[in-house]
């Protein structure tokens, strides 16, 4: 069993910062690629930024240069800091998680989700 749980989300204005945390839990054994996605109200998810066991980021064209995704491998977490924020920015975020399990398949994982909204 794998779980996956978000922290971190809340309010904040235009310009200001967030940070969200994800921490993986259970019995696997390893944690490959982790991501954040995000869905606004009355849109499809979309991928926001991901990073591989080696720490490689990789951003969507919406967030470069104001966010930045980082991961402990130690801690199998992975956190999400926000900069500049705007108001589309506002959504729903999951972070999702690939990992081995004891059986040696590969399955994605989810967390329930942490709400961000950007708002003056």
């Known amino acids: 069993q794998v779980q996956v749980a978000e922290s971190g989300g809340g309010s904040v204005q235009p310009g200001g910062s967030l940070t969200l945390s994800c921490v993986v839990s259970?019995?696997?054994?390893?944690?490959?690629?982790m991501s954040w996605y995000r869905q606004a109200a009355g849109k499809q998810r979309e991928l926001v930024a991901d990073?591989?066991?080696?720490?490689?980021?990789a951003y969507a064209d919406s967030v470069k240069g104001r966010f930045i995704i980082s991961r402990d491998n130690a801690k199998n977490t992975v956190s999400l800091h926000m900069n500049n924020l705007k108001s589309e920015d506002s959504a729903v975020y999951y972070c999702?998680?690939?990992?081995?399990?004891?059986?040696?398949?590969?399955?994605?994982?989810w967390g329930r989700g942490t709400q961000v909204t950007v708002s003056s």
């Open positions: 990073i591989t066991s080696t720490g490689t980021p």
């Open positions: 999702n998680v690939r990992a081995l399990d004891t059986d040696y398949w590969s399955f994605d994982f």
């Open positions: 259970g019995t696997f054994l390893r944690v490959d690629n």
